[in-house]
T-cell receptor, first 114, second 109 residues
Framework: NAGVTQTPKFQVLKTGQSMTLQCAQD?????MSWYRQDPGMGLRLIHYSVGAGITDQGEVPNGYNVSRSTTEDFPLRLLSAAPSQTSVYFC?????????????FGEGSWLTVV | GQSLEQPSEVTAVEGAIVQINCTYQ??????LSWYQQHDGGAPTFLSY????GLEETGRFSSFLSRSDSYGYLLLQELQMKDSASYFCAVRGGGFKTIFGAGTRLFVKA
């Protein structure tokens, strides 16, 4: 009954450090995505993937890298952390198809860059 | 590109009905969804409209008019626990799903 699992839940980084947010789903979903949410704001799409080996940029991709080597995993890499990347990050997954568009979210990762 | 507009805040009293509107612009369209998010939590799915008309799920209903690029979420018999943020989202070209900025609903006793 895991759904979408993302780690770590909390992280503090120094400016310039790199890190990877891990995301895994056990629902065999084709689509996976990463969103960031700033205080009082909506969710902004960083990167998304429509299947293993396929990724594409969302609304705010700069400073982030992704890869999708398996259906289950979709890690998000921060290359050189900046204070502007302080945010809550949500990994999400959904099944393919135009209908039944239910997105399942992980619990979120709270990232602070100092 | 894709963009969505929804009101930033709505206030209503317990037991009342509230409607949250959403207008969108998208290069492709596969459906309009609604999500609820409580403070500190993750968004959770409420409803989805791919075709014009009304979808009802318990106290929640959602409406879509594709010709007007417009939809709304209707919440009936409001309860205190409905105080949360509500997001509309559009799955558009390339199957990207973009979210609106959210509507903060305050339910008063």
């Amino acid at each position: 009954n895991a759904g979408v699992t993302q780690t770590p839940k909390f992280q503090v980084l120094k400016t310039g450090q790199s890190m990877t947010l891990q995301c895994a789903q056990d629902m065999n979903h084709e689509y996976m995505s990463w969103y960031r949410q700033d205080p009082g704001m909506g969710l902004r799409l960083i990167h998304y993937s429509v299947g293993a080996g396929i990724t594409d940029q969302g609304e705010v991709p700069n400073g982030y890298n992704v890869s999708r080597s398996t259906t289950e995993d979709f890690p998000l890499r921060l290359l050189s952390a900046a204070p502007s990347q302080t945010s809550v990050y949500f990994c999400a997954s959904s099944s393919a198809g135009a209908f039944g568009n239910t997105i399942y979210f992980g619990e979120g990762s709270w990232l602070t860059v100092v | 590109g894709q963009s969505l507009e929804q009101p930033s805040e709505v206030t209503a009293v317990e037991g009342a009905i509230v409607q949250i509107n959403c207008t969108y612009q998208t290069s492709g369209f596969y459906g309009l969804s609604w999500y609820q998010q409580h403070d500190g939590g993750a968004p959770t799915f409420l409803s989805y409209n791919a075709l014009d008309g009304l979808e009802e799920t318990g106290r929640f209903s959602s409406f879509l008019s594709r010709s007007d690029s417009y939809g709304y979420l209707l919440l009936q018999e409001l309860q205190m626990k409905d105080s949360a943020s509500y997001f509309c989202a559009v799955r558009g070209g390339g199957f990207k799903t973009i979210f609106g900025a959210g509507t903060r609903l305050f339910v008063k006793a």
